[in-house]
């Protein structure tokens, strides 16, 4: 690679793996996976996924291994679309240019923008989202990620172990939030006959403290705050300062959450606030997390979260389909289903979703993580 051109790749905040990044020539070229990575890589929400690419890189490197494949086989074009969808869509009609063989991109914004694009192409994409319904809407959709579909149950869970009377719900202004709440949430609420407030907040708001005085004079038996970690954060500290974190659980967040553990957040302002966690974050719950955990510490010098196990997982697929076919396809893909990964069994619904489950968490007394028994 010229140095003029990693210098364009290093500014604009793209991560590239080292495989088959060495010019190749004759059948060797042909027949590169190329793989289109488009995720926000800097920017706030980079705390969600912007270690996804290592994870994906210590993948390749082990399956590769396992399998037996050439890694030089894969290249991987990792680029940042900072969560922007107009600069999501920018990027990847550059990436498709070079006739990927597979996309990945994030989060559910910038998915969403781009995929009717990738759609038209019958290239398998593997969304790095949360929302609900997004790989439905393509047959060549795919997603390896805890998400939106499968975390309502556990809200639901809590609402059978909680049984409150009055729930009320501060949401993020996204498509993918207000579904979930409108279409998922709101109407389990309504058959159990609980009533319910949902006050809504835009991306840059910066007044919580209104937020939960209107959640306060609500006097709900139980909060559920859905945003991105820089929203939760603040949301719940305004909450506490309310006198709404009185009782233990009493406030529930989602997925994001698990972004405080990581971040440095002083553990004293978390605790008692209950969350939706994926069982490989649970303590002693996955065998196989403490030593991948330290491998990956070891050669990236960061801790890795749910979301890089996951990208693991999605990258060994993908070896695996190329292993089984010679060529990653959306039928070698569902060929290797169900798989044995890091983060468990994973299977593919109709909609070539994962399958599965959340658990439940809370932080508790002593600000250490502690799994939420529902007893069932």
């Given amino acids: ?17 080292g495989f088959g990044l060495a010019a190749a020539s004759g059948d060797a070229a042909a027949q590169a996976v190329k793989i289109a990575g488009n995720i926000p890589l800097t920017g706030p929400v980079a705390a969600f996924s912007g270690g996804f690419f290592k994870g994906f890189e210590l993948g390749l490197e082990d399956a590769c291994k396992d399998l037996q494949v050439d890694c030089k086989q894969f290249k991987l074009d990792g680029q940042d679309n900072a969560e922007k969808p107009e600069q999501a869509l920018s990027v990847i009609q550059k990436q498709l240019l070079d006739n990927p063989a597979v996309v990945i991109s994030g989060t559910s914004p910038s998915s969403n923008a781009i995929s009717p694009t990738v759609d038209a192409r ?23 990620l805890p998400n939106f579909k499968i975390a309502p149950a556990a809200y639901f869970k809590y609402l059978d172990l909680k049984k ?10 996204v498509s993918s939030i207000q579904d979930e709440f409108k279409l998922i949430i709101e109407p389990e609420l309504k058959k159990r006959g609980i009533e319910f407030q949902t006050e809504i907040f835009d991306f ?10 209107k959640a306060k004079q609500y006097n709900p038996d139980l909060v559920i705050v859905e945003g991105f970690s820089f929203h939760v954060y603040p949301a719940l500290k305004a909450l506490r300062t309310y006198g709404l974190v009185d009782k233990p659980g009493r406030v529930i967040a989602a997925l994001d959450m698990v972004d405080l553990i990581y971040n440095k ?5 978390l605790k008692g606030i ?7 974050e649970l303590p002693g719950k996955n065998a196989k997390a403490p030593e991948w955990r330290a491998r990956f510490k070891a050669k990236y010098n960061s801790d890795p979260t749910y979301v890089e196990a996951y990208a693991y997982d999605t990258a060994r697929v993908i070896v695996a389909a190329y292993k089984k076919a010679g060529k990653v396809t959306t039928e070698s893909i569902l060929s290797v289903m169900p798989f044995a990964g890091l983060v468990g069994k994973i299977e ?27 007893g069932m």
């Fill in 204 to 213: 840059g708001n910066k007044d919580y403290s209104t937020l939960a005085l």
């Fill in 164 to 173: 409150p009377k009055k729930v009320f719900n501060l949401a993020l202004n």
């Fill in 274 to 280: 209950a969350f939706l966690i994926p069982d490989f």
């Fill in 1 to 17: 690679m010229k140095r003029s051109t990693l210098k364009k790749v290093l500014a604009a905040a793209a991560f590239a793996v």
């Fill in 348 to 374: 593919l619904d109709q909609d070539r979703d994962i399958k599965g489950s959340v658990s439940i968490a809370i932080f508790n007394d002593k600000g250490e993580v502690e799994e939420v028994k529902t």
């Fill in 122 to 144: 019958g290239i398998p994409h593997f969304v790095v989202a949360f929302d609900a319904f997004i790989t439905q809407k393509g047959k060549d959709r795919f997603r390896i």
């Fill in 265 to 269: 957040t002083p553990r004293d302002e």
